[in-house]
Structure formats: structure tokens, C-alpha cells
């Protein structure tokens, strides 16, 4: 199927399949029915309601991977990639297009915009509200506190909490 029709079928079928019960085994339909329309999907993809994916063809996802509801999952014009086993939890923002704003003598809107890809790597735990800007790449293993926003890359294994997120321990190490 071209791309244009199949994101133009996602689009169409995508908001009845959002809004069906959030239940454990609806989620896992509901993720083996959006799977075919990203940009690539692993097994055992859980999918919690009223996600909002844009782009689709732009969100690459690993295996045994959940996404809670209430997130939004935004590839723009760069791609979001979710490693193995990661949980996102619920309400949480990613998205790959900031705005340019560096001229003061220029409306913002007329600025243009830049773009960058986001990583998460494998096994990793976004918890509720976290927010994952453009650019940002976050290590296997992990963890980033509720409502912390990632502006820039997070070390494999650690804790992280804050606005910008920030190391506050590695896992493992009691400290």
C-alpha cells in the first residue's frame, strides 16, 4: 500500500481504535492494530487509550514495549525510536519539532523550525508526565521521575528527575 494511503487509512480508523475501553487485553488489540501503520513495531506492543500518534510512519518501536494513555507520541519531521521492554507511563508529551525563536526582531512564527530524532533505549521507564524534547537521547535502563522534562541525553542506568531532568542516582547502586 502506497504511504500517502496508508497514512491517510491510519488517520481515518485511528480515532475509533483510540477510544476503545482501556482494558489490559483491549490495549494489546489495540496495539497489534496501529502496529502496521508505524514506522516499525516489535511484538507484544501494549497500547493504551486515547494515545495521540502524529506521523506514524515516524515512530519506530521494539518489542514488549507499553505506552500508557493520555500520551503523545509526535514525529514531525524527525523519527521517535522506543527500544525493548520500555513502559511509558501515562499523560506523557514526546515530540520531535521545536521552534526557532533566536531573532527578536522576527516573529517566532516566521522563524521556521528545527528538528531531531529521539531515542529511548531499551528497557527504560518514562514515568507519568514526563516530556522528551527533540534531540534527546535516553540509555538503556533508565528511569526518568514523573514530570521531569528531557532536554538533553540521560546516561544508561540512571535516575533522573527534574526540570531539565537531571542524574540523580544510578541504578543498582543503593546511592
Known amino acids: 500500500m502506497p504511504n500517502q494511503l496508508r497514512t491517510l487509512l491510519f488517520y481515518l480508523l485511528y480515532p475509533l481504535i483510540s477510544w476503545l475501553p482501556a482494558h489490559g487485553p483491549i490495549n494489546r488489540v489495540r496495539g497489534k492494530l496501529v502496529a502496521p501503520f508505524l514506522g516499525a513495531c516489535g511484538k507484544r506492543f501494549v497500547l493504551g487509550q486515547s494515545v495521540r500518534i502524529y506521523k506514524p510512519q515516524r515512530i519506530v518501536i521494539g518489542d514488549d514495549v507499553t505506552i500508557n494513555s493520555g500520551t503523545y507520541l509526535i514525529g514531525s519531521t524527525a523519527t521517535i525510536f522506543i527500544g525493548d521492554g520500555t513502559h511509558i507511563a501515562p499523560r506523557c508529551f514526546l515530540e520531535t519539532m521545536n521552534h526557532v525563536f533566536d531573532n527578536p526582531d522576527m516573529p517566532i512564527r516566521m522563524q521556521g523550525s528545527e528538528s531531531a530524532d529521539i531515542t529511548i533505549g531499551k528497557e527504560c ?4 508526565g514526563v516530556v522528551v524534547l527533540p534531540g534527546a537521547t535516553i540509555g538503556d535502563g533508565a528511569v526518568v521521575g514523573a514530570r521531569a ?24 547502586t543503593g546511592a
Open 125 to 128: 521507564w518514562l514515568a507519568y
Open 149 to 172: 522534562v528531557v532536554t538533553k541525553d540521560l546516561a544508561p542506568l540512571s535516575v533522573n528527575v527534574g526540570t531539565p531532568a537531571k542524574k540523580l542516582r544510578m541504578r543498582g
